[in-house]
């Protein structure tokens, strides 16, 4: 399964990087295998607020997390979630939000997570491969 994080999400809807925005819009269409993290859905829905002066509204964004429901399999945290994320701050030093976002994929099975915010050394810990889009 593929999943991709909010900073790709919002660069599809934020017209002030028109690289990256094209990039996101190919890669969202695209994405076969589909997984949306239920924390990717909570955060794009709170960042999208910032698009507001670009005319993008929460009912837009809320739209289009059903939208994405409907492509992209939905997934929500498990109990495991925690435990691997808490192993995952301690170990690897990631924020408690990126611990809980990697270790949401490595428990639901995503093989490949789109995010600029990860390094390789992720990757070789979890097996979840991180790949940067832009």
């Not at 990087?17 to 890669?27: C, E, F, G, Y």
């Not at 994929?105 to 832009?134: H, K, L, M, W």
């Amino acid at each position: 399964m593929n999943a991709v994080d909010t900073n790709v999400l919002i660069y599809v809807r934020d017209p002030r990087d028109s690289a990256k925005q094209q990039k996101a819009v190919r890669l969202t269409t695209g994405l076969s295998d589909g997984a949306l993290l239920w924390q990717v859905a909570c955060e794009f829905v709170a960042a999208s607020r910032r698009l507001a002066p670009f005319g993008f509204t929460q009912p837009q964004a809320w739209l289009e997390v059903e939208r994405l429901r409907e492509l992209w399999k939905l997934v929500l945290p498990s109990e495991n979630v925690l435990l691997r994320a808490e192993r995952l701050t301690s170990e690897h030093h990631l924020s408690f939000w990126d611990a809980m976002i990697v270790a949401a994929c490595v428990e639901s099975g995503v093989t490949r997570f789109y995010t600029e915010d990860f390094d390789d050394s992720i990757s070789q810990a979890t097996g979840v491969e991180i790949v940067n889009p832009f």
